[in-house]
């Protein structure tokens, strides 16, 4: 298990000095059921630097299982699922 705890939060983003042009961090449903069983709740990306696969299901399968799903862009945080609020 990743984390002893529940709440533990997972962000993805591009390393420093990472070539974007071939290696770009991606989630999807397998990332979610993962975070799943080992008690992650909130999953977080930086706007425009993480690829979603299949974002519609991605969004269904976070709100089913109950894991908060953001993006960030400097100081704007976007909420894409309403199941859960953030704190």
């Known amino acids: ?3 002893k705890k529940k709440g ?3 962000c993805k983003s591009t390393k420093t000095n990472q070539d974007e042009r071939f290696d770009l961090p991606a989630i999807g449903i397998s990332t979610l059921e993962k ?3 080992s008690g992650c709740d ?3 990306i930086r706007s425009g630097e993480t690829i ?3 974002p519609k299901e991605f969004i269904e399968k976070a ?3 109950k894991i908060n799903f953001i993006s960030y ?7 894409y699922n309403s ?3 953030l704190q």
């Open 1 to 3: 298990a990743l984390s």
């Open 8 to 10: 533990a939060v997972v």
């Open 35 to 37: 975070m799943q069983t």
């Open 42 to 44: 909130t999953i977080a």
């Open 52 to 54: 979603v696969v299949n």
């Open 63 to 65: 709100n089913q299982l």
């Open 73 to 79: 862009e400097k100081e704007e945080f976007k909420n």
């Open 83 to 85: 199941e859960k609020k």
